[in-house]
């Protein structure tokens, strides 16, 4: 009766490797100017 199969339409979208590896690059670099910056 049930069926547990995973359909392709209910599969999450991919995520775009170049943007996620600017995004996460970007917020390092932030984080480390903010420690920089304010770490005295």
Do not use: H
């Amino acid at each position: 009766m049930c069926s547990w199969a995973v359909r392709e339409a209910e599969r999450s979208a991919p995520i775009p490797k170049p943007a996620t590896l600017l995004l996460l690059g970007s917020g390092l670099v932030g984080l480390i100017g903010f420690r920089r910056k304010f770490g005295k």
